[in-house]
Every structure is written in C-alpha cells, then in structure tokens.
C-alpha cells in the first residue's frame, strides 16, 4: 500500500450517498482513499462484493446505508446487518481481520460523519496495515 | 456468468462508449487534472471517443451529447462531473433525444465526492477520479437497455368501510367522477356515528350529520353500496385489483366480485369494554363513554343523577393498550358538559391524567366545561382510583389529599382499540398492522395514508384514533392520493426492477419474503420433462414473478436468491463486482 | 482452437449414438432439451464454441451415471469438465449460486491467508500437529455460517469425526492451513486456482508428516484421489474416507454404539459411490448400530440417484425436481431420515426439503454426525492411547 | 382549466402540489423563501421515529422541482386576486435573486470569495452565511441568491467579487422585481407558522440569558448539518450542555398570550432530550409541563421510552421563572405537584418550548385571498369539510390552520388536493 490505503466503500442512493455529496457541497476534506460504489440500499450489498473486493486487494471495505428505521425500502438497512454480519464471519473463518469491514449509518443531513468516518477508516486501515492476500499466489483465476 | 447476466452483450453490439468530463467552470478543472482524466478515459476498453467541457449540464454542453451519440454512434454514455441525485435525469433525458436508452447512461461523481472533498491533493485526487472513470466505463460496458413496463388503471375504488371517513372518500372519489364500491359489514352505513350524541367542539347532532351523508352516497350514482358485505379475497395488484366481497342483499347470501383500480381501507374502530374494571359488566351503574351517549342521545336517562364519575384512561396508558386514546378526554367533556347543561344540579367529577385537549379550538372547549362547574381531580398510576360501595377513592396529588366521592353513575373513559376482524383484512390484502393492531401506514411522518403496497390507501381510526375533523382530511387526502393513480390510463414502472431468469427459479420464496412490497409472486409452470418421473408432486413447478410496478428495485431479492434467478437489473452483480475490479486497477 | 485432446482422452470418439445414456441422465429426464450424447456430438462435429456458450454445459452434475453405463466408455462427466476448462478460459463462467460467495471463499484460499478455520474443536477431542493420521475436515466450517438459514450443522460432522478417531485411539492433525479442496473451482472449470489449492494442500500434508489423510467429505476424498495426481504427480499418503476406516473396527465389535432406534435409509453420493466405488462401509457402520434399520432407496449403489446440484453452479429448477424425486424415493421406503456421507449432498438435499410439506418432508443428515451421538464409552482394549 | 395555485413551499405545499401534479393538474408553487423545505428543513430528526429529517424530505422537494407538471416560484409573494372559484386571476410579485437560475449550478464559489459576513436566518443567526448564499445545502432549486440588503455592490455598486469569481457567468445585478399574471382554478394556502417570540415573557430571561434558548434554535444546535456539526454547546462559554431543562407552554395555554395548545411542543421536547442523549449519555433533561399531551400514533409509546431509556424526567409544574445562576446556569423555578411547594432546579441550558403562531404575514395573505381568520389568526375552515376555508375555491392545509405534527399536516394537505382537483377537474 503506498501508505493511502484504498476503500472499497458502497453508499445507499437515499441517504448515506446524499451525505457524501453534502460533504463536497460544505467542502470537508478526507483523505482520497474511498472508491465509491452507489447501491439503492445497503441491503443489495451481497457478501460476495465484500469477499470480492478484498480478493481484488482494496485494503477495506465500508458499507453505509441509512439510520435503522430510516430505510427508504423499509428493513434493507437490517438486511445489511445481516449480510454484513455473515461476511464477518466468513472474514474471520479466513483469517482476514474483520476490521478491514465496517457498516455505518450514514444519513443526507450528516456530510461531516461521512467525512469523519473515511478519516477514522482510512487511519484504521493505515494501522492494520497493507491488504497482504495477494502476496502469495496469482491475482485473478 | 455470461449466458444468463449479461444480456447487454447479446441484445446489443458490442459497446461503444463516450465519456464527457466535466469541468463545472473551476469547480472540478481547479482541482483535477481534466486533461490528463480524458487521455485515460480515452485508453480504457470500449471507449470510443472522450472529451471535456465547461459545464456539461450547460445547452451547450447537452448538445456536444446529443452530437456525439450521433457522430459517433455511441451507444453508451459516460458523464464524469457531479451527483447523480440531482443531475442524472438530465443527462438521461439528453441521451434520450439522441436516441438513446435512458439506461445506457452512467454518471460518475467526481466532484461532490472528490474535487471538493480534495482540494489540496491534486495528484492523489485526480487519481481517485482516474479510478471512478474507470469504474464508471466498466460498469457502462455491461448497462443493458431498460424498458419501463405499463399496466392499464381501472378508473374504479373499492372503500372498506362505510363509516364518516368511507362515506367521505367515496362522495369525493365520485365528485371526480370515478365509480366507487362502497363495501360495509353493517346492514346501515354511518359507523361509529351512528350511535353518538353530540359532536365536539361544535355540539352538532351525529346521527343528522351522518344521515345527511348517508343520503348524499346514495343519491350518488356512481357509488355502488354493500351493506352487510365483507371481503373474502383479494386477488391483483395496483390498477386492477379483484375482490370477493361476501354481501347479504335481500336476505339472500351471495358472493360478488369487485373490480378496482385502488382500495380504500376506512374500517375504523371500536371503543374498548373494560370488563372487569371498576365493576363493569357486573355494576350496571358502571357505563362506558360511548354507553353514557347512547342514553343521553335517547333521552332515556334515569335522572335524577346526582353524583356522576368519569375515571379517564381506563384500560389506556397501561400494559394492556399503552398509548393514549386521543378522543377520550373531550368526548368526557362533552358529556359531562351535556349532563350540566341538562341538570346543573348534577355534580359531574373526571378523573383524569394528563386532559389531552390539543389544537387551537379545544383549550376552549376545556374551560367551558370547568366554566360550568365540572370538577377535574388529578390522579397518578401509582395511585389510581379505587371503587367501593358506590364510593370512588382517589388521591388528588394536585390538592394532596385522598377524595371519596360517591357516585350515582360511574362512566369509564375507554380508548378505541381496532375494529374486529383487522388481521384477517390485513392478511388479505397483504398489508401489516401495527403491535396494537391499527393498520401501519407505509411511512409514519410523510406517507401517512398510504400502505407499502401500491394503489392502497388508509384512513380514519382504521389508522389510529381520529377526532372527526381529523377522519374527514384523512378520508378526503386518502381520495387524492388514490386519484394520483385512477386519473391516469396506466401505471408505468421503472425500468431499474427485479428480473427472474425461470429456468433458474427453484420457487423457494425466499425472494418473496424478503420484498417489502409484494412484488413477487408464484405461478405454477408445467414442465413437459417431468412426467417421465412417475412423482405426482414435481409435475408442476413454483416460478417466480416480478411484477415491475410493484417492484422498487432495491435488489434485496437478488442478494437471498440462492440460484440467481432474481437479477436486480441496473445493479447487476456483474456490474458491482465489475466496478469493483477496475476500482483495483483490474 | 483445437478440440482433439478432449476427444481423444475422454474416447468421445467412440460414441455410437446409442442414446443410453440420455436415458440414463437424471437431468434429461426433467430437462428436454438435454442430452448428453448430444452435446458430445455437437463438439466432435465442431460446434465446439456453440456448446462453450450454452448453459447446458454448466448444467450436467458430473454424477457419472451416464459414464457407468456408457456402452463405449466415453467419459462423459470428464468430457464435460474438460470443455469447462476450455470455456472458462474463454471468460465464459457457470451461474453461480448463493452469489458466488462460495466460489469467492474457495479462490480467497488460493492467495496468501492464514485461517483460524478449527475453533470448532472442543475441549475434550484430542488432536496433533504431527502424526500418522490427517484429519482433512474440509468446507465444513464455511457451511455452517453460509446455510446456517438450512439449519445445517455441518461441523457436528467434523466433531464427531474427531470423537470417532479418538474412540479408536487416533488423534488426528487437524490445520488451519488446510486449504478448500478445489473440487467445485475445478468442476466450474476454474484449473488454475484447483491447481493452487491442491499444491497448498500438498505441502500442508507432507509438512504434518501424515501417512494417512482420512476425510468426512466424499467430494474432498474423490478430488484427492482422483484429479490431484493429474496435477500435483502421485500422492505420498494413504486416503481413506471415515467409514472405511470405522467398519472393520465395527466389524471386530472394537466400536460400538448406543441404540439409535429407527428406520433410516443411506444416499450414496456420486463421489463416494460410482466414483470410488465405497458402497458397503457407511452401511457397515450403520448396522452396527442397535436398532437403527437401514432400508434401501429402489435406487441404490451405483444405482444411485444424484442429489441434484454441483460445483455451485447452475442450479435450478430442474435440480430441485431432481431433489424432490430422489427425497420422493426416500419418502417410499418408509424412512423419514435420509443420511448421507457428502455434506454438499447433505446441503442440496435439505435445501429442497425445506420446501416440501409433512407428507413429502424427509430430514437429511449425515453418517457421521449421526453415529457419533452413539459413541459407547471407551472399551478398554490395548489400542488405547 | 387545469391549473391550481399552492402558496407555501413546506410539507404541506410540497405534497399538495405533488398530489395535484400527478393528477395532471399544473401547479403554480409560489414560496418565499429562496428555496423549498419550510419550517421541517431546519428540523435535525422528526418523532416518533427519529427519522433524518433532511432524508425524507429532500427527494420530494426534488421531485417537485423535477414535476413536469409543477412550475417553481421560489423567492414570490401573493399580490392580488381576482375573480371566483374555477377562475381566479393572480398576480404574483417575484423578488431578483441576482442569480441566473438556468445558468447556476450552485457550486458555491462565490459564496467562498464574498466578503460580507452577515447572521445566517436559516440558523436563526446562531451561525454566519455571505450575502451571497445557498439557503441551505439541500436547497431546491440549488441556486445561490444575492441578499440585497447586504451585498455592498447592490448596495454601493462597490465588490462585485462574486460576479468575477462565478464560473458560470450567473451573477446578474441588473435583476428586477417581476411580476406574473397566473389564472388558475383553486388555491390551496399552505404558508405555514412562525415560532412565538418569548421575549415579552420577561420572566424567562430569553436574549437576557444566554443559555436561555428557543425548541427551534436546540433544533439547529443538534443538528448534524446545523452551526455546531451537531455539538450540542452552550451559548455562553460552548460547554457541552448535560444538564438541560425544557420549558413546556412557552406562550401557549396561556390568555394573555396563546389559549391555545400548541399540540406539538410535549413530543417535541422530548424528541429534543432523547436526541441530546443519543449524542452525549451523560445528559439528563427535564421536561417541566402542565399536562403531557402525545395522542398522535406512537407518540405516548415514545414518551415513556424516553422516560425509561433516554434519562428523560417529566416533571408536572409550570415553570414560573427562570434566574441566572454564576456562570450564566440557568435557574429553573417551578412547583413540586407532590409536596405542593416552591422549588429550584439549575440547568446548563434552558429551553423553550414557544407557541407555534399564525405566520407574521398570515392577515396580509388572508386579506389579499379575502379568507376569514380564527380569532387566533389561523385560517378559519369548515369543520366538516376542514380544508375549505370560507372562500369557495381557496383551500388551506397544515399549520396556516393552526398547530400541527408533519403526519397531520400531510394529510390535510393531500385533503386540500382532493377539494382543489374538484374544483379545477371535478
């Protein structure tokens, strides 16, 4: 990892993606780490995206969807926990360190929380150090 | 995964895509290297042709898309500028008047979520926008043509219910000129009204006011009423629905069907019977509320009363129903004010918790009654009143000390629980209730009267305990939103739904379950191979089907689906997991 | 490209028309358009690339009933596996099931990790770090969270597994460095990263100085015995799958179980059966459970009807006629509980009878883990350890 | 003819137009302000729910401005109308922004180089906006505005740094007063509240203590996208406040000020102390009422959690004034309903629960429509057709009809739309 670790990170369309754009619009910096993927709901993110990503070598991955109870599609957000949480399990299984995956809520009005979670992550990151998967064996079958 | 996901690569030839960045004046160009973002984009894989303007939202700049989808025969779009939340209909529509699918355009954000959030990291942040670009085109390579399915609307409604708040919807509904069935369990319309008094604040007489409605419905000629009628089955969805409604007409049982474009739920609701509380049930000097009126209404009380108690919140704010009844302090009032008017002479005593007289015009209504000389006592739960030999005890902590008022008549305030027979209606139309059992709307602060599912409406104390002003608005909005889907000749779904790929549907359900708006439903498929197993079961098969109006497109289906038969179109795993690589730099 | 090797090895060549086995298929008989013989020909007449895009190449379940029949011996099941290789490399791939989060966990084991993949060990099983005997537990850990919805409890297989070996005086190596198998990545046609799970493993089994790798999972046993010499040269241990380890202490009365009162009835799965031909050991190890009746499916050994899905991919609406036909089977000879020795087959099974109501419903679980609730206390016998 | 006039571009006015545009009735939505949203933009969480109030709202102020069939008329006051039911005559006066709508995409820029710092009202002053600003950030449409009482080139032709720096050339100071003939078929009134001024409630030290502040200014200080990024701060010295007492009836249910109850202010407040809790589990809040008043679905559920979970103590009294402490701690003085005696509670914030009043230019609107008031200056409707006001064709929905939560004003809304679809397609 050239020290900036990179961040695979999935935003619900309704409100964790509306807080990252109202980050831009009062201008609050973080760190250029996060590539992100705009779902409808966080509940769309399978685990296979998490395992994916992490395969394909991003350092973590982060899941933002809307405050429990604010889901636009009703209960997607619990169906993130869920799918999020079997991920972590798998993770561990592999012994990947689970904290390179994190869920957050993210709601439109909070563009500064969006903004603190990529710092707080990307300092995560940067502490467990570079994603080492594909040090051993080819990249992609 | 190519046969079954990615109909793009048959369905159309092989991408050609354009890219547009944008500079949004110094917005993106002031902190990106755009020259350097469109000689990338111009190197990536099915890109044709690529380019930078000022500000592609601009005419200007739509025109330079218009022209290129033409020029260059493009026929897959890439913007690379701002937020899809606001501007990616623009850009679609563009692409539309080129002739151009409106999903085969793909908006990537580089300037809310990076010229902006990066001002001081040129190079770091034109390397996130490099990626983005990527990801962008490598999800446009894979975009497939999306067509939005239209279903023809039955300009008809079907009301549930025919108390003030159906009797309400359906004389607006036929105002408009829709045909309205009009289906009520009771051999009269009039619900709830029909055995009241007095209507607060205004003190007009309930039966006339719901007589005079009763009497307009069936002057209407385009409302059909079912008296005695309940509904046996519901079959279809938004635009045209079929119910059974089972009807006694003339003595006579039958079962009629009823065709509607939407439903109307105004089912109301039913004051609580406190039985064994206080004594009711056993003390026939212990009444209800709504039993108090129907005396008074028939003017057969037995005066002279001299002692009358109200206890409020009997059976309400307690375990048993822990909310608050909303209508149950003035409806007291009311008649605790009738029965001073009547005989001033009658010492009147509520017992209350909180007086819950909310609104502008009924803070007056609760200093009359204390005008005329209705005495209001305080308690708590941790000491409620208590009942013995005609007596009631209460501590009054206000006054701080213990009363003991003897009563004549002791009238229990009692809150509106749901109207009998909610869960099967609810199970029928495959819509929830709430844990009290009032049916649960499809948002609590900005959807109030409507259900999850499409083309289904709510109104009245069927929702949640409704002052009479409040059932009206509710039954008027409830019209309203149901002539938003009645006033047009057909519902048109988004193109960005669920699909099913049948050959791989197994006919689990797990998708059903997991939608929110009862999308998906099961047809049994015959499949010819079968019948040379001699098993009688697997002759037929369960198959999944998605019906677009319905679906919403979150793509909760397709994460549970164990096959892959649901697809979410639009968000294709293919096309994640694409992005996913090429934000890797794969 | 060049087609000749596949139809050389696999003596496609031979094929005579005969159709046997398009009549043998189980697939055939619930997919029309589905023919084995056909497929086979289409190649050999040089639509080769036609047959690489058709998704009836990712829907035969390799169950090897057509290859056992086959009058001329043509290798269908290889065939196939062959052509998938070759469509893989084309980028085409087989439809994944469950998201493809299986096929993500099996490629994850090919890169550099190091899994904590034995916390279901329990304090009272012994196992070592060196020694004669290899334990090979395979996916079952991964199982267990991924179908956890199925109520499937595969690691009760390895528990028992352990107790079992232990039983008999063995302690086994059990490693969290052991690797998927790469079976289902090798069946979708994915030949790189099998070759990589399968050296991994090589070298993890070797390094353990095991003289004998025993396994739970018959697609695991089969994958070692059958496709790794092809990839990895001759192996240097003895394989052996649990029961053919268990039935002659059986056998000698050296184990014995509790009562287990019951009618059940055994599902060969392909791999054990018509593949290695292990047909007697798991029912030896049932009978010699007391009251425990084993009745037999009208098709079984190598009669034995597939459960209906493999390799994670393609699976469909057929595999569940499949499945509902062979719990339908099950369901006649009067037994309720159905066990197998494959917890794929298990998995399958159990998945399809979710669906099925009281009348149909058949409850599917393993050999292993089943036995193993009726391990006697210790015989002392001097193979005590 | 098809065409209907909302005026007020809030909830209400917002699902009424949206109601009657997908009727295919062309709505003429005609807002003060610069930007839709009204009073619930500045709210930071609604209840019972705690839903992000921002979330649910933006996507239908942006499906408004997208509505073909909804034409935007933000910065515009009512003029003058003429004729009847089915056939109104309306002259609309719409006030220059200075900004090119079609040509500013709202990025901003010049709002970075302005120089003229000045009170941002959307926060009630508590932060500072430029004189050239976005109303807020989810504003709709997203167009800066140039506040000409403020802006040194208007007022001195001097600066005029925001037209160098805009990139999109939108800056136009030549704008003038416009104004527009519409002839539509009904009205529908929607022009909502405003929050009584506590001020004359000498007794409550409000502008004399600073740590003395309105429900709607907590509301802003809470807010993540509020003036603090959602720290809740005392005015005074900025010290997180943990110790917070709401005074409930702030003006209302009270006859020298408002008899009326304000309906909202109980759940209110207590939606204000859970959400002060979930940012900081050492606050206790105390909420001082006359009777706790929550009818509406969920609402009493919501109460009594938050008496159990969120360290919220409701304690029954009316407070009866408000001292200052050293250290500017407010001094809260009240009855104990169980010993009957005086008591004194110091608080770290104190703060009220105002009256939701008839919008300041409410008797303008009234006069202008020719629509009667209630005798507190909400529009007067008929009780049994409650949005029809006593003006055949002109409707009202929301709080321009007095207080009331989003759920109930959404309903009156779409009620006004129904009775207005009557008139213009009936």
Redesign the interface.
Known sequence: MDD?P?I?AFAC???S??G?????????????S????????S???????I????????DGVLVTG??P??C?????NE?AVH?IE?AR??L?????EPERLRLEWI???????F?QVVKEFTEQIRQLGAN?????????? | MRQARDRAEETDESPRIGVFVCHCGHNIAGYLDVPALVESARALPGVVWAGDSLFTCSDAGLAEIRAAIVQHRLNRVVVASCTPRTHEPLFQAACEEAGLNRYLFELVNIRDQCSWVHMNDRELATAKARDLIRMGVARAALLEPLSETELPVQPEAAIIGGGMAGLTAALSLARRGFAVTLIEREPELGGILRHLDKLYPTMVDARELVARRVAEVREQANIEVLTSATVQAVKGYIGHYELTVRSRQFGLEMDLPVRAGVIIVATGAQEFKPFGLFGYGDDPRVLTQQELERLLAESNLQSPISNLVMIQCVGARDETHPYCGRICCLTAMKNAMRLKQQNPQTEVYLLYRDIEVHGTHFEDYYAQARDLGVIFTRYTPDAPPQVADGRVLVYDELLGMRLSIPYDLLVLSTPLVPAAGVHELARLLKVPVDEHGFFLEAHVKLRPLDFATDGIYLCGSAHWPAHLDEAISQALGAAARATTILSREQVRSSGAVARVEESLCRGCERCAQACEFGAIEFVELERAGVLLYRSGPSLSQKIARVNPVLCKGCGACAVVCPTGALQASHFTSRQVTTMIQAAMGH | MNFQPIIQKTRAYLCLDCGKCTASCPLARVDLDYSPRRIVERVIYGEAEAVMADPHLWMCMTCGLCSARCPSHVDFTRFIVEMRAEAFRHGERGIYAHNGILQEVMRIQTLNVHQNRTRWLAADMEVADRGDYFYFVGCLPFFDVIFADLGVQALEIARSAVRLLNRIGIAPIVSNEERCCGADLLLGGDVDSFQRLAELNLETIQASGAKKVIFTCAECYNAFKNDYPAFVGPLPFELMHLTELLAPKVEAGELRFAPLPGLVTYHDPCRLGRYLKVYEPPRTLLHGVPELILVEMEDNRERAMCCGSTAWVNCSGCSKLIQREKLRQARETGARLMLTTCPKCQIHLSCAARDLDDEQAVEVEDVISWVGQAIEPQARTENDG | MKEVLVLGGGIAGIQAALDLAEQGVRVHLVERAPSLGGRMAQLDKTFPTNDCSTCILSPKMVDCARHPNIVLHTCSELQAVAGEAGAFQVRVLQHPRYVDEERCTGCGECALKCPRKVPDAFNLGLSQRRAIYLYFPQAVPLVMTIDPAQCTYLLRGKCGLCRQVCPAGAIDFEQQDRELTLEVGAIIVATGYDFYDPTPLSQYGYRRYPNVITALEFERLISASGPTGGHLRRPSDGRPARRIGFVQCTGSRHVRHNRYCSTVCCVHSTKEAVLAWEHDPETRSYIFYTDLRGSGKGFREYMDRAAREYQVTFVHGRVAQIVEEDDHNPVIKYEEAATSRPQRMTVDLAVLATSLVPARDAPRVAEILGIELDEFGFVRVDPFAPTDTSRPGVLACGCCLGPADIPQSVAQASAAAARAAEWVLG
């Open positions: 900036l990179k695979i369309n309704w409100c993606y509306a990252a754009d109202l980050a831009g619009v009062s201008r609050i910096q973080y760190p250029p996060t590539r992100v993927i705009r779902v409808m709901c509940g769309r993110v399978s685990p296979m995206f395992l994916e990503a992490l395969r394909a070598g991003a809307c405050h109870g604010d636009h599609y009703l209960s997607g169906k799918n079997l399990s798998l561990a299984l592999l012994g990947i709601s439109a009005a909070e563009g500064a929380r903004a080492k998967l594909q040090a051993a064996g080819d990249r992609q079958p």
